[in-house]
Nanobody, 115 residues
Framework: QVQLVESGGGLVQPGGSLSLSCATS????????ISWFSQAPGTEREAISC????????LYADSAKGRFTVSRDSAKKAGYLQMNGRKPEDSGIYYC????????WGQGTQVTVSP
Protein backbone atom coordinates (compact mmCIF):
# COMPACT_ATOMS: atom_id res chain seq x y z
CA GLN A 1 0.00 0.00 0.00
CA VAL A 2 1.05 3.60 -0.48
CA GLN A 3 3.05 4.95 2.45
CA LEU A 4 4.79 8.25 3.08
CA VAL A 5 6.81 8.85 6.22
CA GLU A 6 8.19 12.26 7.10
CA SER A 7 11.18 12.82 9.36
CA GLY A 8 13.58 15.57 10.33
CA GLY A 9 11.30 17.91 12.22
CA GLY A 10 12.25 19.50 15.50
CA LEU A 11 13.09 22.75 17.21
CA VAL A 12 15.11 25.35 15.35
CA GLN A 13 16.00 28.92 16.17
CA PRO A 14 14.85 31.78 13.95
CA GLY A 15 17.17 32.08 11.00
CA GLY A 16 18.25 28.48 11.34
CA SER A 17 17.92 25.59 8.91
CA LEU A 18 16.12 22.29 8.93
CA SER A 19 15.90 19.48 6.42
CA LEU A 20 12.86 17.24 6.14
CA SER A 21 12.74 13.85 4.46
CA CYS A 22 9.85 11.88 3.03
CA ALA A 23 10.39 8.15 2.64
CA THR A 24 7.95 6.50 0.27
CA SER A 25 6.82 2.99 -0.57
CA UNK A 26 4.00 1.14 -2.25
CA UNK A 27 4.19 2.75 -5.67
CA UNK A 28 6.56 3.41 -8.55
CA UNK A 29 8.36 6.52 -7.35
CA UNK A 30 9.24 7.72 -10.83
CA UNK A 31 5.58 8.03 -11.77
CA UNK A 32 4.54 10.56 -9.17
CA UNK A 33 5.22 14.07 -8.00
CA ILE A 34 5.95 14.88 -4.38
CA SER A 35 4.38 17.84 -2.61
CA TRP A 36 4.98 19.43 0.78
CA PHE A 37 2.36 21.10 2.94
CA SER A 38 2.40 22.82 6.29
CA GLN A 39 -0.30 23.38 8.86
CA ALA A 40 0.03 25.84 11.69
CA PRO A 41 -2.21 25.47 14.76
CA GLY A 42 -5.74 26.65 14.05
CA THR A 43 -5.17 27.04 10.32
CA GLU A 44 -5.80 25.00 7.22
CA ARG A 45 -3.13 22.94 5.57
CA GLU A 46 -1.40 24.89 2.85
CA ALA A 47 0.87 23.94 0.00
CA ILE A 48 4.52 24.91 0.24
CA SER A 49 6.25 23.24 -2.64
CA CYS A 50 6.18 20.39 -5.10
CA UNK A 51 8.56 18.69 -7.47
CA UNK A 52 7.61 16.98 -10.70
CA UNK A 53 8.45 13.38 -11.47
CA UNK A 54 8.94 14.02 -15.19
CA UNK A 55 11.38 16.91 -15.46
CA UNK A 56 12.18 17.81 -11.86
CA UNK A 57 10.37 21.11 -12.22
CA UNK A 58 9.68 22.76 -8.87
CA LEU A 59 7.03 25.12 -7.59
CA TYR A 60 7.03 27.16 -4.40
CA ALA A 61 4.54 29.16 -2.42
CA ASP A 62 5.49 32.81 -2.10
CA SER A 63 6.32 32.25 1.56
CA ALA A 64 8.86 29.59 0.61
CA LYS A 65 10.55 31.18 -2.38
CA GLY A 66 14.20 31.91 -1.77
CA ARG A 67 14.26 30.05 1.54
CA PHE A 68 13.15 26.49 0.83
CA THR A 69 14.48 23.96 -1.65
CA VAL A 70 12.57 20.83 -2.66
CA SER A 71 14.33 17.82 -4.16
CA ARG A 72 13.91 14.11 -4.74
CA ASP A 73 16.11 11.04 -4.99
CA SER A 74 14.66 8.32 -7.18
CA ALA A 75 17.22 5.74 -6.05
CA LYS A 76 16.15 6.22 -2.44
CA LYS A 77 12.48 6.78 -3.32
CA ALA A 78 12.51 9.85 -1.14
CA GLY A 79 11.64 13.51 -1.23
CA TYR A 80 13.32 16.31 0.67
CA LEU A 81 12.58 19.82 1.80
CA GLN A 82 15.52 21.99 2.84
CA MET A 83 14.32 24.97 4.84
CA ASN A 84 16.62 27.92 5.52
CA GLY A 85 16.03 31.25 7.17
CA ARG A 86 13.33 29.86 9.42
CA LYS A 87 10.77 32.24 10.85
CA PRO A 88 8.49 31.72 13.86
CA GLU A 89 5.49 31.73 11.52
CA ASP A 90 6.94 28.65 9.80
CA SER A 91 6.09 26.58 12.87
CA GLY A 92 3.60 23.80 12.33
CA ILE A 93 3.22 20.25 11.14
CA TYR A 94 4.81 19.49 7.79
CA TYR A 95 3.40 16.82 5.51
CA CYS A 96 4.55 15.24 2.30
CA UNK A 97 1.91 14.10 -0.11
CA UNK A 98 1.32 12.51 -3.46
CA UNK A 99 -1.67 11.88 -5.67
CA UNK A 100 -2.36 8.42 -7.12
CA UNK A 101 -6.06 8.35 -7.97
CA UNK A 102 -6.49 9.93 -4.54
CA UNK A 103 -4.45 12.13 -2.23
CA UNK A 104 -2.09 10.31 0.11
CA TRP A 105 -0.50 11.91 3.16
CA GLY A 106 2.24 11.11 5.57
CA GLN A 107 1.67 11.37 9.31
CA GLY A 108 3.46 14.72 9.47
CA THR A 109 6.47 15.98 11.36
CA GLN A 110 6.40 18.86 13.84
CA VAL A 111 8.59 21.89 13.19
CA THR A 112 8.92 24.58 15.84
CA VAL A 113 10.80 27.81 15.21
CA SER A 114 11.55 29.53 18.48
CA PRO A 115 14.47 31.30 20.20
Amino acid sequence: QVQLVESGGGLVQPGGSLSLSCATSGFIFGFISISWFSQAPGTEREAISCISNTDGRTLYADSAKGRFTVSRDSAKKAGYLQMNGRKPEDSGIYYCSTFIRQQFWGQGTQVTVSP
